[in-house]
């Protein structure tokens, strides 16, 4: 069981990135999966969150907007559409998994099940 985070790298504010989060040794299809961010000295915060069963999607407030959230079953992804972005957006981006009945818990890290193993996202100024 393994999330394999990509597409993180450096990028001047009002740029963009597209993260990928791809899965192996299990099916994204049963899990609702977000994306967390954590910078330096910093706690880990909720980004965003898809559920598999019905797409409806969540975002933190500092994001809304500027980031898109979403999946391609056939290749058991779900990606992060980061648009305008600013320098306060810079941290280690991590995806993971989390069970349908806790969807509503989804800005807790606690509730998550399998962790990918982060990339890092630096806006400069």
């Known amino acids: 069981v393994q999330l394999q985070a990509s597409g993180g790298g450096l990028v001047q504010a009002g740029g963009s990135l597209r993260l990928s989060c791809a899965a192996s040794?299990?099916?994204?299809?049963?899990?609702?999966i977000a994306w967390f961010r954590q910078a330096p000295g910093k706690e880990r915060e909720g980004v965003s969150c898809?559920?598999?069963?019905?797409?409806?999607?969540y975002y933190s407030d500092s994001v809304k907007g500027r980031f898109t959230i979403s999946r391609d079953n056939d290749k058991n992804t779900v990606y992060l559409q980061m648009n305008s972005l600013k320098p306060e957006d810079t941290a280690v981006y991590y995806c993971?998994?989390?069970?349908?009945?806790?969807?509503?818990?989804?800005?807790?890290?606690?509730?998550?099940?399998?962790w990918g193993q982060g990339t890092q996202v630096t806006v400069s100024s």
């Open positions: 993971a998994t989390l069970s349908h009945q806790l969807l509503s818990l989804w800005k807790f890290p606690r509730w998550y099940d399998y």
């Open positions: 898809i559920s598999s069963i019905n797409g409806i999607t």
């Open positions: 040794g299990f099916n994204l299809d049963y899990y609702g």
